[in-house]
C-alpha cells in the first residue's frame, strides 16, 4: 500500500486506460475513421484537411476564419504523417487524458493528500473526460491549457516566482487561440489576482506582465485575420453566427414564444430585408435552408467575412433595442451549462439516432425496455443520471467548500482561480448552451468538489470526534 501511496499511477494509468478505451473502442477508434466526424468535428477536419492540400483554412471553397488555427493545424500534422485519419490524433488526445488524471492526482497531493485517491477515482469514470478526449473538437485542448494555467498558479503562489506567473498567462493565451469562447479568461484571472493579492506593486508588474502577454499572443493572429479578410480587429467569424443565428434566436424564443425553427427563419428573413434594403434583390431562403448554418449564408449570397460583417451589424442593433431581456435570458439560461446532456454526443457514436425523452418517463417504460431488450434505452437513461450526479453533486460539494473557505477568510489565489474557470463558462456560454461547454470547467468542479468534501469531513471529525470523553 505504500508503494501505492508513492506512486498513484500504478493505480490509475491502468485504470484510466481502461475506461478511456473502453469507451473508444465502441466508438470511434475501430469504428472506421468518418465515425468521429459529427457537427463540428467534421468542419474541424475539412478545416486541417485544407491546410494539407490548400496551406490555408478553407471550406467550401473559401477562406475560413470560422475556427481558430491551432487545433486545426494539429489536425494537418496529424494528417500529414499518418493520412486523413482522425483516430491517430484521438488516440493521442486519450493518451493526454490519461496523463491529465495522473497528473491531477500527482499536483493534488498538498491539497487534498490521501482524499486525491477519490479524486482520481472520480476522474476516471468521468463521462465528460472520457467522451471528449475521444472527439475531434477543442474543448479537449482548451481545457487542458486551462489545468496547466492553473497548474503554474499553484506553483505561482506556492514559490513566490515571476516565471510561473509568465506560464500560467501564456497557458490561457495558448487556449484563447484554439477557442473564441477561452478569450477573456485570462482577463478575469488577472482580476482575481489583483483582488486578492494585497501588494500594490506587486499587482502593477502583475498586471504589466499578463497584458503584455495577452497582447503579444493576440496580435499575430489579428494580423493573419486582417491579411485575409482585410477587416481589423477580427478573431473569429463564428462568434457573429452564434450571436446573430443562434443566441438571439433561442432568446427570441423564450421572449416571444416562437419556435426554434420561426426564430431562425426570422433571423434570415431580417438579414435577407436588410440586404435587399443596401442594394441587393435576394429571394426569400426556402424551408429548409434557413435551418442549414452554412446553406442560408450561401442562399444570402454573402461570403464569410461579409456574413460576420451584416451579422455583428444587425446584432449590435437587436442588443440596443433588446438589452436588458436579453441580458436576462442570457444570465437566467446560463444554468443549463450544469444540467444539459452530452446524451447526443454519447448516441452518435454508439450509432443510436432516435431521441429519447424522460419527460414521460415511468417504471413500466421501463420495464417495458427491457423486456423488449432494448437495451440502449436504459443504457442511455442509466447515463443521463450518472451525468447529472457528477454535474449537480460536485457543485454542491463545491459550494460546501466555498462557504468554508469565505468563513475562514481564505485568500488562497489558486482556489479562487478554480472557481472563476467554472463561473466563466457558466456566465459567457448564455442562452445557446451546449453539453460539452460544461467539460471545459468539469475536472475543476471535480477537485472544488473534493475540497469541499474534505473540509466537510473534516469538521465534522473536529465536533465529534475531538470531544473529551
Known sequence: MNILKKHEWLVFVPLAFITHFAFAYNSVLFNGPMQSLLNDSWLLHCLGKSYVDEGQMMYGGEYSLHQLPLYPLLISVFYRVFGEDPRYLLAFQIGLSIV?????????????????????????FDL????????????????????LGLFFIY????????????????????????????????????????????????????????????????????????????????????????????????????TEGLSLAEAKADQVEIMRQYLNANGHDIEPVPHPVYLDRHGHRHALGLTEFE?????????????????????????????????????????????????????????????????????KQVFFLFVRGYELC???GFLLLALIGAIFKIKNKDRSIFYWALWTVVLYVFLITGVNT???FRFLFMPFLMLLGMIGLKSFIEMLKLKFYSKPI
Request: proline share 2%; glycine share 4%.
Open 100 to 124: 491529465f488524471v495522473n497528473c491531477m492526482v500527482r499536483v493534488c497531493r498538498g491539497i487534498l493528500g490521501e482524499w486525491r485517491f477519490l479524486l482520481g477515482l472520480a476522474l476516471c
Open 128 to 147: 465528460h473526460l472520457v467522451l471528449y478526449s475521444a472527439c475531434l473538437l477543442t474543448e479537449f485542448w482548451v481545457m487542458s491549457f486551462w489545468a
Open 155 to 254: 506553483k505561482f503562489e506556492k514559490a513566490k516566482e515571476l516565471r510561473f506567473w509568465i506560464l500560467s498567462i501564456l497557458s490561457f493565451c495558448v487556449a484563447m487561440n484554439i477557442k473564441p469562447l477561452a478569450l477573456f479568461l485570462p482577463l478575469f484571472i488577472l482580476l482575481i489576482l489583483l483582488v486578492l493579492k494585497e501588494s500594490f506593486l506587486g499587482k502593477l508588474k502583475l498586471f504589466g506582465i499578463a497584458v503584455l502577454l495577452f497582447i503579444l499572443t493576440i496580435s499575430p493572429l489579428l494580423v493573419r485575420n486582417y491579411l485575409i479578410s482585410n477587416k481589423f480587429p477580427l478573431l473569429t467569424t463564428i462568434s457573429a453566427l452564434n450571436l446573430w443565428y443562434y443566441n438571439i434566436s433561442y432568446a427570441r424564443c423564450l
Open 307 to 375: 456574413y460576420s460583417e451584416h451579422a455583428n451589424k444587425l446584432s449590435s442593433d437587436f442588443l440596443k433595442e433588446n438589452f436588458f431581456s436579453y441580458s436576462l435570458c442570457h444570465i437566467s439560461q446560463s444554468k443549463n451549462v450544469f444540467y444539459i446532456s452530452n446524451l447526443s454526443w454519447v448516441k452518435l457514436v454508439f450509432h443510436h439516432y432516435d431521441a429519447i425523452s424522460y419527460s414521460g418517463l415511468s417504471f413500466q417504460k421501463v420495464k417495458n425496455w427491457i423486456k423488449n431488450k432494448e437495451y
Open 390 to 392: 457528477y454535474s449537480y
Open 434 to 436: 451546449w453539453g460539452r
